[in-house]
């Protein structure tokens, strides 16, 4: 809540004026639903997005040497009700403010954004097989920006692209596709050839002074869900029981700051 005090000329009065700040918005412990900002965003009006477009180039020559190397090993998205095939895959070098230093060391390029821009919070590859859908589904929080780099895109929007709530986007190679993760969204690649892309998921400025916090939220989530995923009595449970487990995550992840904010990731999830 912001409160501005106004003075009214020649009469003594003082307004107060209550202005409230755009509601933090997480998945299934807020509203079922998200659309509560525009569905994306030009890379004009951020310094960060500017500056992956200029290093655009040299990114797209490490993702493809890393990709073509013999030990690239990327995972399948954790949550299989989102894909058709199972062929959504990502490889991760930064997660939710967490480090895998292994993978950054290939990446000199990104440790040198993330010097300059705090407000990076996660890095990874993301590759769309040849014929998988990811599924329409809101994401993890409005408090962030989600940032699509194109690295390798097989074909123009008819055969390979992105929706936004209603709206539609293609992929450019060496180019931004920004939006509000906690919007309704959805991807194909109907093409016969992978597509491939860099995401970035940056704080929002008006949340930057939470950016520990939300973290560590969207991580406690992202386990819980994990939880889901391998033990369907926990999804089952009420979602109070959920939330005395989500708090629990929160905690020990908490606990764990520390160490893997010196050290790094301990173990990986996406």
């Given at each position: 809540m912001i409160i501005n005090l106004i003075l009214i000329p020649n009469s003594g009065l003082k307004v107060i004026i209550l202005k409230q700040l755009k509601e933090e918005w997480f998945a299934y412990?807020?509203?079922?639903?998200?659309?509560?900002?525009?569905?994306?965003?030009?890379?004009?009006?951020?310094?960060?997005?500017?500056?992956i477009e200029a290093n655009s180039n040299e990114i797209a020559t490490?993702?493809?040497?890393?990709?073509?190397?013999a030990d690239f090993t990327p995972k399948g998205y954790f949550i299989k009700g989102l894909t058709v095939q199972s062929g959504w895959k990502t490889f991760s070098f930064l997660t939710w403010g967490i480090k895998i230093n292994e993978a950054l060391t290939l990446t000199p390029v990104f440790n040198n954004l993330l010097a300059h821009f705090p407000e990076i919070v996660s890095i990874s590859i993301n590759i769309l097989?040849?014929?998988?859908?990811?599924?329409?589904?809101?994401?993890?929080?409005?408090?962030?920006?989600?940032?699509?780099l194109g690295i390798d895109i097989p074909q123009g929007l008819q055969k390979c692209g992105f929706r936004v709530n209603n709206q539609d986007a293609e992929w450019k190679n060496n180019k931004l596709l920004i939006f509000n993760d906690a919007n309704k969204h959805e991807a194909w690649n109907l093409s016969d050839k992978k597509r491939v892309i860099v995401v970035f998921d940056v704080i929002r400025s008006e949340y930057k002074h939470k950016k520990k916090a939300i973290c560590l939220k969207i991580r406690s989530f992202l386990i819980l869900q994990l939880l889901f995923e391998q033990y369907s009595f926990?999804?089952?449970?009420?979602?109070?029981?959920?939330?005395?487990?989500?708090?629990?995550?929160f905690i020990l992840l908490f606990l764990l700051y520390p160490y893997q904010k010196k050290h790094g990731v301990i173990k990986k999830h996406n």
């Open positions: 412990f807020s509203s079922e639903h998200y659309s509560d900002s525009p569905n994306f965003y030009s890379s004009e009006n951020f310094d960060w997005a500017k500056a490490e993702i493809t040497r890393i990709i073509n190397s097989e040849a014929g998988e859908k990811i599924k329409a589904h809101h994401g993890d929080s409005n408090t962030f920006y989600r940032c699509h926990i999804k089952k449970m009420p979602k109070w029981i959920h939330r005395i487990i989500n708090s629990s995550i």
